[in-house]
Nanobody, 120 residues
């Protein structure tokens, strides 16, 4: 079992920055890949990027490449999503999720999500 709690969302002006956190708990965290997703109203959920606890980062979604960065702090069991140069189209609920390394695209643990709103 993996428990995930996101935080750090909020309202920010276009061009601003936010850093989201995902605090993870569970006995075998090292065997999971941690992903960030987002879902805007009326749109399908979108993969943003992912990282393993050893620091291997998957490719980012084209929509965020060069602006968003994923990192982790193993000592705190926390994964971060640093979002810079935010745009109104980045407005969404952001979720972190965990997938077993042997099935890295099967995210079966999800956090509750945190709202990010970017005003123009």
């Amino acid at each position: 079992q993996v428990q995930l709690v996101e935080s750090g969302g909020g309202l920010v002006q276009a061009g601003g920055s936010l850093r989201l956190s995902c605090a993870a708990s569970g006995r075998t965290l090292g065997s999971y890949r941690m992903g960030w997703f987002r879902q805007a109203p009326g749109k399908e959920r979108e993969f943003v990027g992912a990282i393993t606890w050893s620091g291997i980062i998957s490719d980012y979604a084209d929509s965020v490449k060069g602006r968003f960065t994923i990192d982790r702090d193993n000592a705190k069991n926390t994964v971060y999503l640093q979002m810079n140069s935010l745009k109104p189209e980045d407005t969404a609920v952001y979720y972190c999720a965990a997938a077993p390394l042997r099935r890295p695209d099967e995210y079966n643990y999800w956090g509750q999500g945190t709202q990010v709103t970017v005003s123009s």
